[in-house]
Structure formats: structure tokens, C-alpha cells
């Protein structure tokens, strides 16, 4: 079965009966599962994360519009999270028998309903994008809500759907597909920040390291350990085993090792069986072979 | 779900019509999926794969010994194979939510069932049993269906289930409950046969190698090299990493490296899942950090 998550990201953290309304119409959609749901005061904003095939995918996002535009208003939000609209972020990402070209569809049908049905300019990102200025989230929201009618009517900032103005109280949206994210600490065995900030600068992307790392070097006071946070954004292309590698290689030019590594929530199995496959050096290897998959096949076969 | 595997083998690998029908009537059974099933001609044998929960599989397999013990006559079967019944051999492994004690309690239900409904006689083994010198299929098996009527009078060789003396034309049968088995070949980057061996006699059990480990050297003379091929009987208790290592180890010893590793036919998910944990260095995971496993325990709660 075709199974797509979405994350969608509304600017409301602060009101949890405002919350629960929109994560309970998101819940009623038929086919959708709401996996988790989390708030963040200083941040005043909400995460939900939902599961279902493309086509619930799409009703449950639309119900969440219906839900959140009317209650939200940004015009009065504040909070520490860059934002441009009441509903923020609402990215598709691939996770069973389905390519990042059905989640690239389907991100382009909500944006196109979006606009259509309540006024609100939206901007394609990451994947769903075709303009490489554009596809990185950081750059769209740069300015934020209040600074948006100004970026609306400026050279290049035309949104990919609805009009050039922003929505009174809703802002804009930005929707798009990208991989599933994966938060990925290393920590080393010892104290000293300094080695972290290195390893991290060394394997990230923006300052010359792996295409899909970015990575920051911090200090895990009550343990007394240096950490190299990582968030990989396209395990597919740079592989958990490759930054783990890398960590390993980096910390021991300075007399450095790994104690320990940790996923932070989850982990597609195939980041997993991927390393797995690197270290056994194992050829030929299909995911067919794995006994759950076998049995699962089997089970929707009959 | 809980989901049992049983792999029954059959002495009966050359009359294509009584295997149809045999496994006609495994797969009639309603909760029960017949995964694989394949018969060999020299060893006149067919060995058949099945899923499904513990009640199905029970069905499935009283079904399985209603078609075969008519069928299936030891008095005049030959083949390479060693066997003492018409059902030789009856193992259930867990696969699913069950533990390994479900699969012992299934084993004991179906044992008893078998030998009060057919009067054969029935040993428990590997972690069915009790007894220490009968958890090892090759010694039940020793002597064959042809030496039983002298095996089952004699010290120490009362069966568990069913009369002390031979079905007349089924023999004895071997139920028992044990882990998934892998087969897993490793390939050296040499064409050096006796390094090979000295590589298998150095990991495999039998020799003073890991407790879970069979292992042979062999030749792959079509590609001219040198394989160590195993088949690791419990992989939660000696896991794939640590005999991939140990064998790269002794192979380094020799001046040879590992060219690739390999698994046929299936491998269960947490195997995998265990090597990625292992070289990541993975602390504080579990398996419900898995996308997948977190959506389907989602599907199956609503």
C-alpha cells in the first residue's frame, strides 16, 4: 500500500484547545493516522506528523487549512521560530511503495488547492521545486511574515500558486516533498567542544562536507561530552554509515573516538539495513530477503 | 500479530502429485500462507515453508500429516537425505510478537496431537526439549527410519509423545521449536581452499568456534574463489557482525581480506537491524524507533 507522511507545522503552540481542534481535524480524515503531535511554547508552534496513502494525505492536509486559517492569526503571533504563515511548513516525504515524484504531485495539488480555496500565496520547496533559489526553506522564510508583502512583490519571489499579496492573517505557505529527515547524534569520548565543532564543520554541507549533512558541534553538559549533532536530509544519497565513517576518521586525527551514536525519533529500516549491507559487504542483497517483508507481501498477496 | 513459521520436511521429492497434494492441504488451511515450497529428487525430499498464527499453523500442520502419512512409504523410500518419517522433521520458529516459548508450548501441542491421532511415535528437539542429548536433530536422526524399532527400545530413546515402537510405514517424527536459521556465505579475495577451512574450523562451533556457528570452506570454481559458507542457528545469540569480524580476522591472518558477504534466501529484519546498531554504535535504539514498525503498529491499533 502507498504510504505518505507529511509534517505540516502550524504557527500555534501556546493555545492547546486550538491545537487539539486541528490535530482532531486532521484525525477524522479516513485512511490518515496521526503518528504525533508536539507544541513548543517558546517557539509557539506545533508539529503534526500523520501517515496515509496520497489521497487521505491530501484531505487531511486540506482539513487542517479549514481548521487552522480561521484560528490563527499572525498579525498578533510571536514566538522564537522564523514563520511565514499560520500553517508554515507542509512537507510530503516518501515511505512505502511510493517515489519522491508521487510526493512531488501530490505537494504541487495541495499547493494549486491551497491557493484556490483560501487565498493564500504558496511556494514550492526542496523537491517539489523547480527553481534552485527557492528550494531551500531557510531562504523562503527569510523576512518572515511581517516582511512578506514586500518579498511577495520583489524580483524572483512571485509564489508558484495564488496571489502575490500575503493572506491577511493566514501569511503564505511553503509545501513541498523532500526524504525523511534523520536526527542523528554521535558522541565522543570526551569533553572537549572544540574537536566537536570540528568534526561537525568538516562533514557538513555548508562549510565543504557531505551534500545532505548539516551538523553542529555541542556540549552535553551533564554528561560531560562533546557531541556532533547531526540532521541528515537525504539518507539515500549520504548514507548514516558514510557520516558515521567520516565522525570516526575526523575525531581520531585528534586523538579522538566514538563512545556512542543515538537516532533521535525514527529511522527508515532501509537507512538501517544500509549500513548494515556496507559493513557486512554484502552483494546481491534484496530487500525481498527480509523475512518481515516476505511475510507482509505474502500477506497482501492473499 | 503473532506469526509462526514452520518449515515441515517430507520424505518425498519425486512424485510431483502427492507433494501437490500435500502442500494442497497445507495451504487450504484458512490463516496460513505457503511461502516456498521446493522438492529434490536425489535426496527425495521436499521441504515447505509456511506463515501464520500459532492456531493456523497447528491446523495446517495436522492437515499436512491427514495428506502425507497415507501418501508416504518409508518402507520403500531411498534417498541421500537421512530421515526416519514419513514427516521427518517439524520445526516452528518465532517470527512476530511470539517468543520462542510459544513456539516450545505450539511444538508440544502439535507433538502430542500427532501421536495421539496417527500413532507415531514423536521426539521434541533443539528448544522443545528437555533432555540435552536429544535437542540435536542428527542424533535423533542417527540410525535412521531403518534403525528406529532398535533405537526406540533401547536406553534413553523413549519418545516424548506416542508409542516406543515405529509408525509401519511413517516411522517417527522430530517437532521442535527453533530460531530462524540463516544461510549466510562469505567470499575471500583469494582462490586459496585451505584458507578457507582453517577460517570454518576456526568460527564454527564443532571445532571450538562460536556456539551457533556450522561452517565449511568451499571452492566457487566457476569465479575461482574461496568461500567460508555458514549457517548461524541462533543470530540473536551470535550475530551476523560478530562472525563477519571474526572472519575477517582469521583471514588477515592468511594475508587475505573479504571480497563480499552474502545472505541466501531470507534474513530476519533484527539481524540486519543488529549489524546497522552494532558498527553505528547505536545506544539507547529500539526497534519501535523503525518508521515503518511505528506506521504498521499505528494500522493495527485503529
Redesign the interface.
Known amino acids: 500500500m502507498p504510504?505518505i507522511?507529511s509534517i505540516p507545522n502550524i504557527s500555534e503552540g501556546r493555545r492547546p484547545e486550538v491545537v487539539e481542534r486541528i490535530v482532531g481535524a486532521v484525525r477524522a480524515t479516513p485512511g490518515v493516522?496521526v503518528?504525533d503531535h508536539s507544541s513548543d511554547r517558546s517557539h509557539n508552534r506545533s508539529v503534526i506528523t500523520l501517515?496515509g496513502d496520497p489521497t487521505s494525505i491530501k484531505a487531511a492536509i486540506l482539513a487542517l487549512y479549514e481548521a487552522a486559517v480561521p484560528a490563527i492569526d499572525l498579525r498578533t503571533h510571536s514566538g522564537e521560530h522564523p514563520r511565514v504563515g499560520a500553517v508554515d511548513v507542509v512537507p510530503f516525504v516518501p515511505?512505502?511503495d511510493v517515489t519522491m515524484s508521487d510526493c512531488v504531485t501530490l505537494a504541487r495539488e495541495v499547493a494549486a488547492e491551497v491557493a484556490a480555496r483560501f487565498d493564500i500565496p504558496v511556494f514550492l520547496y526542496e523537491e517539489a521545486s523547480d527553481n534552485p533559489a527557492r528550494r531551500n526553506l531557510e531562504d523562503i522564510r527569510r523576512g518572515e511574515f511581517e516582511g512578506l508583502a514586500a518579498k511577495l512583490s520583489s524580483d524572483g519571489w512571485k509564489p508558484d500558486f495564488g496571489p502575490a499579496a500575503p493572506h491577511l492573517s493566514a501569511g503564505a505557505s511553503v509545501i513541498g516533498a523532500r526524504m525523511?529527515l534523520i536526527a542523528y547524534n554521535i558522541n565522543l569520548n570526551t569533553d572537549r567542544l572544540d574537536v566537536a565543532k570540528k568534526i561537525a564543520a568538516a562533514i557538513r554541507h555548508s562549510s565543504g562536507g557531505l551534500r545532505y549533512v548539516k551538523a553542529m558541534g555541542v556540549k552535553l553538559e551533564e554528561r560531560n561530552l562533546a557531541q556532533v549533532s547531526i540532521n541528515l536530509t537525504n539518507y539515500q544519497k549520504t548514507p548514516?554509515?558514510r557520516v558515521?565513517d567520516m565522525v570516526a576518521r575526523e575525531a581520531a586525527r585528534y586523538g579522538v573516538g566514538?563512545?556512542?551514536?543515538?537516532?533521535i525519533?525514527?529511522?527508515?529500516?532501509a537507512a538501517?539495513?544500509g549500513?548494515?549491507?556496507?559493513?557486512?559487504?554484502?552483494?546481491?542483497?534484496s530487500a525481498a530477503?527480509?523475512?518481515?517483508?516476505?511475510?507482509r507481501e505474502?500477506?497482501e498477496r492473499?
Open positions: 504510504i507522511e493516522r503518528l501517515a515511505i512505502e525523511p548514516v554509515h558515521f566514538i563512545l556512542e551514536s543515538e537516532v525519533g525514527l529511522i527508515p529500516a538501517l539495513v549500513a548494515a549491507e556496507h559493513y557486512l559487504q554484502l552483494e546481491r542483497f530477503q527480509i523475512l518481515e517483508n516476505k511475510l505474502e500477506k492473499f
